[in-house]
C-alpha cells in the first residue's frame, strides 16, 4: 500500500442457494478485504450486474432450479463478468461426469470444492485485488 492512497476493496459476487453458507462466505470475504454482494440465483446475479462490476465471482454449480454454469454464461453474454481467471464454480458434489469437469475448465478458473478453506479465499481476494477489470 502507498501511504496516502486508498486501498483497493475488490468487488465480489457471491451465487448460492444456501441461504447460512452464503451468509458465512460473504462475511468472511468482507473480513478479507472485498466489497461483496451475496445472491441465491442467477436473476439475483444478472440484477446485480446492472448496476456495477465485479472483480471475481463465486458461483455454486448446482443451484436450486438452474446450472451455475449457465449463470455464469448468461452473466458473460451481457459483458457482466471479469476475465476467466476470476470465475470459479463451487460445489461440494464429486461426481461431475468428465464432460462437465472439461466445460468447468474451459470457461473458468475452476472448481472449488466446498467447504472452501479460509487460506483460498484469502488467496482469491489478493489476487482479485491486485488489478481491477
Not at 44 to 62: E, H, N
Not at 70 to 81: F, H, I, Q, T
Request: glycine residues 8%; aromatic residues 4%; negative net charge.
Amino acid at each position: 500500500m502507498i501511504e496516502g492512497l486508498p486501498v483497493y476493496a475488490p468487488e465480489i459476487l457471491i451465487i448460492e442457494d444456501d441461504d447460512a453458507l452464503r451468509g458465512e462466505l460473504v462475511e468472511l470475504l468482507k473480513a478479507l478485504g472485498g466489497s461483496v454482494v451475496g445472491v441465491s440465483d442467477g436473476e439475483g446475479a444478472l440484477q446485480s450486474s446492472r448496476s456495477r462490476s465485479f472483480d471475481l465471482i463465486l458461483c455454486d454449480y448446482k443451484l436450486r432450479s438452474e446450472n451455475g454454469l449457465d449463470v455464469l454464461k448468461a452473466l458473460a453474454s451481457r459483458g457482466k463478468v471479469p476475465v476467466s481467471e476470476r470465475l470459479y464454480l463451487m460445489t461440494a458434489h464429486l461426481d461431475l461426469t468428465q464432460a462437465a469437469r472439461a466445460e468447468i475448465v474451459a470457461s473458468t478458473r475452476g472448481l472449488l470444492m466446498k467447504p472452501i478453506d479460509i487460506a483460498t479465499l484469502r488467496e482469491l481476494v489478493a489476487t482479485a485485488g491486485q488489478t481491477p477489470c
